[in-house]
């Protein structure tokens, strides 16, 4: 028979389940943290800010009719909804069953999910809009720790608009205090500012993860997700067949979203592989959730448009019975076009809205866009509004900025776990996230071009690398150093071989000192 609370703070609206604790403890008037602890969870506890586990042993103990029961607060008080509609759907019930759980199970409910290994920025303190708790105050008498703030990418307030703040308090003491939210925790550093349009996106994003986090309880798991994601791409121009058009795709979201907001998200397009591209590929694992916000915002216009509106396809098989177009430039883009009129559409395009970009054209006219870019790529240039992305005259920052992207490339694809990966152009471009080309020949890029003429290897060095390595796996795993065992472990051909036969023993008896 378990004892029942004699009280319980009963959570406000989306409040974390910590913050609705750390009132309780406020209110036993302050214990030792452990006691409080011992009370709450009994000895073993598992507390984290965002999925906290073994929601039932609490649960239990108060009384039925408050409706407090372990499914209520795993929906309403941890940010579980949001991550439902991102992972896949036995790997949600399977999380869904260690948060309602009675008791605290080994399996922990932050790694399941992927939350805790998704890349991504973390925060370090608790956070807060100031004009919300006082809100909070005017209508509960206390401000408490808002779910919504304390999401990784979460910058704004969807409500008010202001940016959100660090306080003084540690997120990572869950485990070690009870940080009642108050004004005393206020941090004196100044709120980041952005700028007027940054500010009002960041504020739209935020009131997608909000809307995702009302509605995750019933929004269908991450398998629909993607469905809906495969959908759209195709719709929009940035897929055919199974083929996603990747880097069209990335680019599109740069222009869309511009350079503040993605760096202010983290989602900066240097990254080694752009995450639109794990996104769409990468179906199993749970990332950065602001990634699929953003996704899902570019390509319907909200999250709640892209849970809740038919999407037209252009590619429909005929069985699916929407066809709910968005607006008439798409629909000017669905016609069957002869070549030479999608000319004469995008430069209608271009004097319908006299100053649009690149990005308004590439999201409004995608096939258009996407026709001439594959096929009619010299006319496209001399008549697309100019790219903003690179001023032609800044080829210096340009390249400066390529030979950070290069740098990176070759010291990621260097120390690679496992069997090396041949650096090459196009391996420094395809984990570089950078195109070389066409600006490597005509001499733009001085600097990268210095650069990569000595980091990209010949075939001796690959080769080199590969003997280098297949000579120490094969020393880790207690094998015998045969030259032929070594030539095949690192897949170099007899002939080859014979060349390299004086490294290959240079190395072995550099591995036996
Ligand atoms: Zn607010």
Redesign the pocket.
């Given at each position: 028979m378990v004892t029942q609370f004699s009280f319980f703070p009963t959570p406000y609206p989306d409040e974390i389940l910590h913050s609705v604790l750390c009132r309780y403890h406020a209110c036993c008037g302050t214990p030792a943290f452990v006691s409080t602890t011992k009370v709450l969870w009994g000895q073993k506890a598992n507390i984290n800010p965002y999925l906290p586990q073994a929601l039932g042993r609490i649960a239990q103990r108060i009384p039925a009719e408050t409706g407090l029961t372990a499914y209520y607060f795993a929906m309403h008080n941890t940010i579980y909804p949001l991550l439902k509609p991102l992972i896949p759907e036995e790997r949600g019930q399977r999380v869904l069953r260690l948060l309602e759980s009675g008791q605290q199970e080994d399996e922990l409910a932050i790694l399941l999910s992927g939350f805790a290994t998704s890349k991504g920025p973390r925060w370090q303190f608790f956070r807060y809009?100031e004009?919300?708790w006082r809100d909070d105050i005017r209508n509960y008498g206390e401000p408490y720790w808002h779910r919504l703030h304390l999401l990784p990418g979460v910058l704004v307030?969807p409500?008010?608009g202001?940016s959100i703040q660090n306080s003084r308090a540690y997120l990572k003491d869950v485990s070690t205090n009870y940080d009642l939210a108050s004004f005393a925790l206020a941090s004196n550093e100044t709120a980041p500012r952005y700028s007027d349009n940054a500010a009002d996106m960041l504020g739209k994003l935020a009131g997608d993860a909000a809307w995702v986090m009302q509605h995750g309880e019933t929004l269908p798991s991450s398998e629909r997700m993607h469905e809906l994601f495969d959908q759209l791409l195709q719709f929009k121009g940035f897929r055919s067949g199974a083929r996603t058009k990747g880097k069209e795709l990335h680019a599109a979201l740069i222009w869309y979203y511009g350079q503040e907001i993605l760096a202010a998200l983290q989602a900066v397009p240097d990254d080694l592989a752009p995450w639109s591209q794990l996104v769409v590929q990468k179906k199993k694992r749970l990332l950065y959730p602001i990634y699929y916000l953003l996704l899902m915002r570019f390509l319907a216009g909200s999250a709640e448009g892209f849970y809740t509106e038919k999407h037209g396809l252009i590619y429909s098989n005929g069985n699916d019975a929407c066809y709910s177009v968005r607006n008439d430039a798409v629909k000017a883009t669905q016609k069957s076009v002869e070549p030479l009129e999608y000319r004469e559409i995008f430069l209608q395009a271009i004097q319908d809205n006299p100053d649009c970009s690149r990005g308004f054209l590439i999201k409004y006219y995608p096939k258009v866009y996407c026709w001439l870019r594959a096929n009619d790529t010299d006319w496209y240039e001399a008549n697309a509004p100019a790219s903003k992305m690179y001023d032609p005259a800044d080829w210096t920052t340009r390249d400066e900025e390529t030979l950070q992207k290069a740098i990176n490339a070759v010291n990621y694809l260097r120390n690679l776990p496992g069997r090396p990966t041949w650096i090459t152009r196009r391996s420094v471009e395809k984990y570089g996230g950078i195109e070389l080309y066409q600006s490597l020949a005509d001499g733009k890029l001085p600097k990268t071009k210095a650069y990569l003429d000595v980091a990209i290897e010949n075939n001796e060095e690959w080769g080199k690398r590969k003997i280098q390595w297949a000579v120490k796996s094969m020393v880790d795993g207690g094998e015998r150093l045969l030259l032929q065992q070594i030539r095949k472990r690192a897949s170099i051909s007899h002939k080859y071989f014979e060349f390299l036969i004086p490294f290959t023993l240079n190395c072995i008896e550099e591995m036996q000192k």
């Amino acid at each position: 028979m378990v004892t029942q609370f004699s009280f319980f703070p009963t959570p406000y609206p989306d409040e974390i389940l910590h913050s609705v604790l750390c009132r309780y403890h406020a209110c036993c008037g302050t214990p030792a943290f452990v006691s409080t602890t011992k009370v709450l969870w009994g000895q073993k506890a598992n507390i984290n800010p965002y999925l906290p586990q073994a929601l039932g042993r609490i649960a239990q103990r108060i009384p039925a009719e408050t409706g407090l029961t372990a499914y209520y607060f795993a929906m309403h008080n941890t940010i579980y909804p949001l991550l439902k509609p991102l992972i896949p759907e036995e790997r949600g019930q399977r999380v869904l069953r260690l948060l309602e759980s009675g008791q605290q199970e080994d399996e922990l409910a932050i790694l399941l999910s992927g939350f805790a290994t998704s890349k991504g920025p973390r925060w370090q303190f608790f956070r807060y809009c100031e004009d919300c708790w006082r809100d909070d105050i005017r209508n509960y008498g206390e401000p408490y720790w808002h779910r919504l703030h304390l999401l990784p990418g979460v910058l704004v307030c969807p409500i008010h608009g202001k940016s959100i703040q660090n306080s003084r308090a540690y997120l990572k003491d869950v485990s070690t205090n009870y940080d009642l939210a108050s004004f005393a925790l206020a941090s004196n550093e100044t709120a980041p500012r952005y700028s007027d349009n940054a500010a009002d996106m960041l504020g739209k994003l935020a009131g997608d993860a909000a809307w995702v986090m009302q509605h995750g309880e019933t929004l269908p798991s991450s398998e629909r997700m993607h469905e809906l994601f495969d959908q759209l791409l195709q719709f929009k121009g940035f897929r055919s067949g199974a083929r996603t058009k990747g880097k069209e795709l990335h680019a599109a979201l740069i222009w869309y979203y511009g350079q503040e907001i993605l760096a202010a998200l983290q989602a900066v397009p240097d990254d080694l592989a752009p995450w639109s591209q794990l996104v769409v590929q990468k179906k199993k694992r749970l990332l950065y959730p602001i990634y699929y916000l953003l996704l899902m915002r570019f390509l319907a216009g909200s999250a709640e448009g892209f849970y809740t509106e038919k999407h037209g396809l252009i590619y429909s098989n005929g069985n699916d019975a929407c066809y709910s177009v968005r607006n008439d430039a798409v629909k000017a883009t669905q016609k069957s076009v002869e070549p030479l009129e999608y000319r004469e559409i995008f430069l209608q395009a271009i004097q319908d809205n006299p100053d649009c970009s690149r990005g308004f054209l590439i999201k409004y006219y995608p096939k258009v866009y996407c026709w001439l870019r594959a096929n009619d790529t010299d006319w496209y240039e001399a008549n697309a509004p100019a790219s903003k992305m690179y001023d032609p005259a800044d080829w210096t920052t340009r390249d400066e900025e390529t030979l950070q992207k290069a740098i990176n490339a070759v010291n990621y694809l260097r120390n690679l776990p496992g069997r090396p990966t041949w650096i090459t152009r196009r391996s420094v471009e395809k984990y570089g996230g950078i195109e070389l080309y066409q600006s490597l020949a005509d001499g733009k890029l001085p600097k990268t071009k210095a650069y990569l003429d000595v980091a990209i290897e010949n075939n001796e060095e690959w080769g080199k690398r590969k003997i280098q390595w297949a000579v120490k796996s094969m020393v880790d795993g207690g094998e015998r150093l045969l030259l032929q065992q070594i030539r095949k472990r690192a897949s170099i051909s007899h002939k080859y071989f014979e060349f390299l036969i004086p490294f290959t023993l240079n190395c072995i008896e550099e591995m036996q000192k």
